[in-house]
């Protein structure tokens, strides 16, 4: 049996208000929706493993681990592509959000709800935004750095 998408509960109410340029890209961001609303991600549950156990315990914890980082992702996917479906639907896909420039074609054909263009996204980039988290930067275990950017040293010194 079928599973009713979206699409087919709606009908194409909003087809007509879909430019004809951007209908492929529309329908590519509706099946990505649709594909990432089926995913089942089931809820987290206490570990069965004994105490006694620590690598079950500690298996248990990674998996779960897992499963809330992939959700978080889905959802976070989720939240551009309907973004997308939505400026399809307004008539500002496919303008970058930061130039207001034309988004590439090949980008759009590689990633459909993508908010910027390169330059867009060089910039977000070089401002320091748009960057996955990372580890912070390790400090001199040497030379401490004091809250007001001073090294250690040079304050001891400046106090004798």
């Not at 079928?2 to 509706?30: F, Y």
């Not at 987290?44 to 006694?52: E, F, G, H, Q, R």
């Not at 759009?108 to 988290?133: C, D, M, T």
Request: glycine share 6%.
């Amino acid at each position: 049996m079928k599973i009713a998408t979206t699409a087919d509960i709606l009908g194409s109410v909003g087809a007509s208000r879909i430019p004809l340029k951007w209908r492929k890209h529309h329908e590519r961001l509706s099946d990505e929706r649709d594909r990432l609303m089926a995913r089942d991600f089931p809820s987290p549950t206490a570990s069965n493993a004994k105490m006694d156990d620590l690598s079950d315990a500690g298996a248990d914890e990674s998996q779960t681990t897992l499963s809330l980082v992939a959700a978080g992702a889905t959802q976070a996917t989720l939240a551009e592509v309907l973004d997308a479906l939505h400026r399809v639907e307004l008539g500002t896909y496919s303008i970058c959000e930061i130039t207001g420039e034309p988004i590439e074609a090949e980008r759009l054909e590689a990633i459909p709800w993508a908010r910027y263009s390169l330059q867009g996204q060089n910039e977000l980039e070089k401002n320091g935004f748009g960057r996955k988290n990372g580890l912070s930067p390790l400090e001199s275990l040497r030379e401490p750095v004091l809250a007001n950017g001073d090294e250690a040293d040079k304050a001891d010194e400046a106090d004798s």
